[in-house]
């Protein structure tokens, strides 16, 4: 086998195939080519080649979105490693295992005119969970950080930032190793965890209890608790599509509940005890609601950390949420009528969406209903943020569907890349719901030789940034037009062709249906299927759906 000459990268190939890290997404470049080069060469290692440094990193991050395992993004030196932040930052917020390994100049050749010679060392300090800035000779000291900052991604959930800089020649190699890596004792984590009687005894009394979940793994919950939460009748379970849990009592169109409520309605359904667990939530309704009539008690469950996104939190309990919901849920139930009162509302809610939507024109609202009903089943469906994703949470999705989106920092810059990263290693037909500026922001995600066969991307095209339209400040004005929605005639059959995709199209409810069956049948290449829907319509259809909820 090959081994790059220079020691340091020998260390750190060791060290990563040690500590199981085996998907490694590599770009293109000179000064990296001593760990591109015995990364590649190596069997135990899987690696991929992309060009676009920023694509790269959420690829990276969809695979590692879908093992739960850190994935390594391998780059050069000077402005390389700045286009993985975008994903670095998702990374950080969305509690998932990044590793940057940046090439870099020795220390000495920093800020010194040359070409590639930038700032690198904590580069990521603002969202990095360990910054390892190596020295360039292998050493017990270069060991130890290496070790401490994989640890750090896998048990604090999050991305790490290795620098490593190297002295030419750098395409130099040898057959056998020349230097074995210095191992540092195993680092402890505490698991233990034991629910105080106060938190009990006040679980036990109160009649109002809401469970938010946000953003979650599939099968991070066991169905015995998630029947327990349901059979409690002062308990009632708001749930984002990004959960992955189901139940049908379980309410997961969370605006279609709340967005009608009138004052005392508001006041009935504020908890006594709002639990969250999960990630982001997408919800802005929900939001609201919660910092004008909040809880008496917000406890948030995470591992890791608890945002005070409501204004009311009281308590965090460090552990994850099976082991916390075991441990409160076996008490005795008290008599409510929380729950009945929200399943009242909401089957009266659920009335007045299926009759609204059987009356809407042809728009992104249509659109969603009809993708939403028939979406294949035991498929990944990935989202895209903005517009893509709100439309989602209003509409019903099989449960064997399993829902992702990057809502760590809710950008849309890498959504396509981080859908083609998990299609990669999920091993299920994934389907990615995008809208035309996310799609054609992160074009460059098609530009590699990893689409897989059943990967396919629904493209919804109204012309622009159609989420404006139902902001605050939309008025049909040129500044509106050019510069928050960003107009456009564009469409992506020219990029489908380029990239070999198989392209399709739709404008109305009878091409819609007539294509997307000939698009789910095809299988044997990556496809894209584009929508058309009228660029002036589609904001008045949904805030139509809101009022007449009532």
Not at 104 to 130: C, M, W, Y
Not at 232 to 253: A, W
Not at 267 to 284: H, N, W
Request: proline fraction near 5%; hydrophobic fraction near 40%; charge should be negative.
């Amino acid at each position: 086998m090959k081994y790059p000459k220079i020691p340091l990268a020998q260390s750190i190939l060791e060290i990563c195939q040690h500590k199981g890290v085996k998907h490694i997404v590599i770009s293109p470049g000179s000064r990296n080519a001593p760990l591109t080069i015995g990364l590649t060469n190596n069997p135990y290692f899987t690696c991929y080649s992309i060009a676009d440094e920023r694509s790269a990193a959420f690829f990276a991050l969809g695979i590692a979105q879908q093992m739960q395992e850190p994935v390594v993004v391998v780059c050069t030196s000077g402005s390389a490693v700045l286009n993985y932040y975008p994903a670095f930052a998702e990374a950080f917020y969305s509690q998932i295992p990044l590793v940057v390994l940046s090439a870099d100049r020795p220390q000495h050749k920093i800020d010194i005119g040359d070409g590639q010679t930038i700032r690198q060392e904590n580069v990521f300090a603002n969202h990095s969970l360990f910054n390892a800035n190596l020295n360039e000779w292998a050493s017990e000291a270069n060991d130890t950080m290496i070790q401490q900052a994989l640890f750090a991604a896998v048990h604090q959930k999050g991305p790490v930032h290795i620098n490593v800089p190297f002295e030419e020649p750098l395409y130099e190699t040898v057959s056998t190793p020349t230097y074995a890596a210095k191992w540092i004792d195993s680092l402890n984590v505490s698991t233990a965890f034991v629910l105080e009687d106060s938190i009990v005894d006040y679980w036990k009394t109160a009649t109002k209890k809401l469970v938010l979940v946000g953003e979650l793994a599939p099968n991070t919950l066991q169905q015995q608790l998630i029947e327990d939460l349901a059979n409690d009748p002062s308990v009632v379970v708001l749930t984002e599509k990004t959960s992955n849990i189901h139940h049908v009592s379980f309410i997961d169109q969370i605006d279609t509940l709340i967005t009608p409520f009138n004052e005392e309605e508001l006041k009935a359904f504020q908890p006594d005890i709002l639990l969250t667990f999960g990630g982001m939530v997408v919800s802005k309704r929900i939001k609201s609601f919660l910092r004008n009539y909040k809880p008496t008690h917000h406890w948030h469950v995470d591992t890791i950390r608890a945002y005070d996104t409501y204004g009311a939190l009281t308590k965090h309990f460090n552990t994850d949420s099976a082991t916390f919901l075991r441990a409160i849920l076996p008490h005795k139930k008290i008599d409510s009528s929380y729950k009945a009162f929200s399943t009242t509302l909401w089957n009266d809610r659920l009335i007045q969406h299926n009759r609204y939507t059987k009356s809407v024109p042809f728009s992104d609202f249509k659109v969603f209903d009809f993708i939403c009903k028939r979406l294949p089943k035991n498929s990944q469906l990935q989202v895209s943020n903005s517009s893509a994703i709100r439309y989602i949470q209003l509409f019903p999705l099989d449960s064997t569907i399993t829902v992702y989106c990057n809502r760590g920092t809710s950008g849309i810059d890498g959504s396509t890349s981080t859908a083609i990263g998990a299609s990669v290693v999920n091993g299920v037909p994934t389907i990615l719901v995008t809208g035309d500026i996310g799609f054609l922001y992160d074009s460059n995600a098609l530009w590699n030789n990893y689409l897989q066969p059943n990967f396919k991307i629904i493209l919804i095209n109204n012309g622009g940034g159609g989420i404006f339209r139902i902001l605050p400040g939309h008025e049909e004005t040129p500044t509106f037009n050019t510069f928050f929605e960003t107009s456009h005639h564009l469409n992506a059959s020219h990029l489908a062709k380029m990239h070999g995709l198989v392209y399709f199209e739709a404008n109305d409810e009878i091409s819609l249906a007539q294509q997307y069956a000939v698009f789910l049948s095809q299988n044997e290449k990556p496809s894209i299927l584009e929508i058309f829907t009228p660029e002036k319509l589609n904001d008045q259809v949904l805030l139509d759906f809101f009022r007449k909820l009532v």
